[in-house]
């Protein structure tokens, strides 16, 4: 019998639950095949179950009309990114829930980094969409930022209405967004922290700031590694809201392995394999102080008399190196070969060939510990201790740096054991989790 697809029909299943989906899927299928969208509106009765589907128009004036995630019941899920690692640890876990059918996740970028070649081209190597939020923060003081970030997430919070936010990493718009979501009314989304639990024990880090402020008010914390777990215990925080899932960033690689692999990013710097070191600086620490800033320049001229450097230069230490008049020595070092900002693709290829990593950043202590990669990092302490107690990572002085360079160059290689749960599979672990809190709960 001929039926128009904007005809009400009722279909009658009993409680065997693999019949039940076919069956429904078969007609939300054919539904939206004709450019109807079904949605469930009655529900069931007695021992048989009588669901009742209204075709909705497609018209977008239709005060009736819904979107397919609303018929279908989709969970929407925030995935808030700022900067650079943010954008790497987002784009595994968006791409692993899109593949759930309960998942509707959106990225919001709010903008924190406002340098073109540390966000958009970084979309654009881990196969992201344009944000579906755009908040345009820009630069400004930690409290500029936050507070913007704040006002501005909140407004996206009452206009959306998410089911879930996710947060991650330890810049300003983590904690901003964590306070705005958790200060929202009774009918708030469920807040999560992905990479929770890391702590640096040094609060003149403003990172520390936002991971402390992020752990305590957030729901729940998924931690990379057990030093993490604990951390957070001793912290107070009860046990039922942590949750270990191990490393996204190691999950951004492996998706990206075969990309990587494939670039010849070396030979723009007429390097060999295993014959530079690649440098990555842009702490306040190390980079705002004329002094320290001199003193480290002086310390990778002086490296690169055994091991040319490659150096992608943050626009915060390029501005820096500009004011106080050090740029031009940089480049005129022999073997230092100085570059703007790079993507992800292109700075991991260069990762994945090079001698060893001198840096002062987070993520890449973690990246060339699974890699194996000997790593220096420029810091008196680090919020990552297993990439030490497991890994390569080593931390070091800017006066010990030519030194423990000729150590790394001189000693042989010893590959370390991987940390568990760094295996490429944490964005699986995380639906899974999400799952149980908004599906199955």
């Known amino acids: ?3 128009s697809v904007n005809d009400p029909f009722v279909v009658t299943v009993d409680n065997q639950y693999n019949l039940f989906v076919i069956i429904v899927r078969y007609i939300l299928n054919n539904h939206v095949k004709h450019g109807a969208e079904a949605c469930v509106v009655a529900c069931p009765r007695r021992a048989m179950h009588n ?3 209204q075709p909705v128009p497609t018209n977008p004036f239709c005060e009736n009309n819904r979107s397919v995630n609303q018929a ?7 995935l808030i990114a700022a900067a ?3 954008f790497m640890k987002i784009a595994p876990l968006y791409h692993a829930l899109k593949k759930r059918a309960w998942a509707a996740p959106e990225i919001v970028h709010t903008g924190q980094h406002y340098d073109v070649n540390m966000s958009d081209a970084f979309f654009k190597d881990l196969m992201l969409p344009e944000p579906h939020h755009h908040l345009g923060i820009g630069s400004g003081s930690h409290a500029e930022q936050t507070g ?6 909140e407004k996206l919070l009452i206009e959306k209405r998410p089911d879930m936010v996710v947060v991650v990493g330890d810049v300003n718009s983590t904690a901003a967004c964590t306070l705005a979501a958790v200060k929202m009314d009774d009918n708030r989304p469920l807040v999560a922290h992905l990479e929770a639990g890391l702590r640096s024990f040094d609060r003149t880090m403003p990172e520390e700031i936002n991971r402390i402020v992020t752990d305590s008010i957030a729901d729940l914390l998924w931690t990379p590694s057990r030093d993490g777990d604990e951390n957070l215990l001793k912290e107070g925080v009860p046990a039922e809201r942590v949750e270990r899932v191990g490393n996204i960033m190691i999950d951004s690689l492996e998706m990206m392995r075969a990309r990587i692999e494939r670039e ?4 723009k710097y007429a390097v060999g394999k295993r014959g530079y070191g690649l440098v990555t600086l842009h702490r306040p620490a190390n980079v705002d102080n004329r002094n320290t800033l001199g003193s480290l320049c002086e310390a990778l001229v002086g490296v690169c008399n055994d091991l040319p450097l490659v150096f992608p230069v943050h626009p915060r230490t390029r501005k820096n190196l500009e004011k106080h008049k050090l740029l031009e020595d940089l480049e005129s070092a022999s073997g230092l070969h100085l570059d703007e900002p790079i993507g992800y693709v292109t700075f991991m290829n260069l990762v994945f060939k090079c001698r060893l990593v001198i840096t002062d950043s987070g993520g890449i202590q ?3 510990t699974y890699l194996g990669i000997p790593c220096l990092t420029l810091r008196p302490n680090t919020e990552r201790p297993i990439t030490i107690t497991e890994g390569t990572n080593r931390l070091c002085t800017v006066a010990d740096l030519v ?3 000729k150590d790394i160059i001189t000693a042989k290689g010893e590959r370390p054991l991987k940390p568990a749960l760094w295996d490429g599979h944490t964005a699986e672990r995380v639906c899974e989790s999400i799952r149980r809190r908004l599906i199955a709960q």
């Open 366 to 368: 973690e990246e060339s």
């Open 84 to 86: 650079r690692p943010n």
């Open 72 to 78: 279908m019941d989709k969970k929407s899920i925030h």
């Open 148 to 153: 913007r970030v704040m006002i501005a997430y």
């Open 1 to 3: 019998m001929c039926r």
């Open 51 to 53: 669901f009742y589907f």
């Open 264 to 267: 010849d990013a070396m030979s």
């Open 403 to 405: 030194e423990r360079v």
